[in-house]
């Protein structure tokens, strides 16, 4: 089925505007007779934050916004699926053009800004398929106009406790004006306190679902001490490296493309998506764990965050350019790579190049 669809669909969706193909496979997910997906390799199994997964490779969020295809998702081979981001409130989001392709760079350029359904939509849908099991995270953030930014995550994180296996604080997307400013100081403070009360209070009722923050990959190293040294003392259960980044690599082909504002994404990310990774992974000193995304395409791309010091990985855009075949590629590989070094777990990997990778050149 994954192969039909790539051989048939994949042509068709790069003539599309990007929008429209997004729209198509979300539709064709929809209606898609996708069997359960055949058992991962054993060694793929990893416990993070006190969840099972079959495998490490997930789902970003941003494709599937508002909850449409979850457990078609899971079906394709994913260990686990982030939907969202949710806003509180229905909006829009910015203008179409918002998405660019960038062929030549295997990038893309997205200035979405949270178009979302609203938490009451996802919410409907999530709790129909409560029981489907699959690890589902739920990403949340702020309304464009909100009066409180802060209270529409803690307004989200008490909607969906009983159905996110975990959540995601979503602070770095660089599309909705100020939104990264939640990173900085006392409001980064601000925001953890209350997030970390509200799951706390949530307790009761829905168990104890972790919390992740979700950063840029553009903060300043100094930034980044703060951010984790606050993550670290308001125990937050993970941090998620990165987002999209708005700097534009000068070794970028698709020059005119990548004038678009918007956040970039794909294979001109990973190489300070994973430095990132690697900074954020010396200083957490194991507090907690990281999920490494940006720019992952290849199961030696996914070996290499893991080595950076991701427990679980995440991809989007490589879709884009590589088909659904990617996740069972990388799958494979993974396991290949471990039979070869002769490891039972990939947690045996993870971190285990982050020092060596601070020490190298910053990478342009
Ligand atoms: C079209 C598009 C929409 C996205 N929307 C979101 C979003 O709503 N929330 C979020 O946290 N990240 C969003 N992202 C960022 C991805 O989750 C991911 O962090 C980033 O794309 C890097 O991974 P990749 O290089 O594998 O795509 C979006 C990315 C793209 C390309």
Redesign the pocket.
Known sequence: MIGLFDTLARPLMGWLE?ENA?RLAINGLKLAPLTPPAADDARLATRVFGLNFPNPVGM????D?HAEVPDALLRLGFGFV?I??VTPLPQPGNPRPR?FRLAADE????R?G?N?EGAEAVLTRLAARANAGGIIGV?V?ANKESSDRIGDYVRQIEMFAPVASYF?C?I??P?TPGLRDLQQGRVFDQLLSRVMDARARMSQRAGITPVLI?IAPDLTLSELDDIVGAARQHRVDGM?I???TVTRPPTLREVSTAREAG?L???P??SL?TRMLAESYVRVEGAFPLIG?????SGEAAIEKIRAGACLI???????FHGLKIVSAIKSELSNALRRENQPTIDELVGTDAAAMTAEPWPR
Not at 293 to 297: E, Q
């Open positions: 990007p997004h970003a969020p941003g494709f916004k982030e969202g981001t998405l990038g893309v350029i997205n979405l949270f979302s990403n953030g995601t979503n770095s997307s599309n979700k998620i990165g987002n999209t956040g994404s794909g294979r990310l990973f998506a995304v940006g720019g992952i395409d995440q991809l989007y855009s490589a879709l884009v």
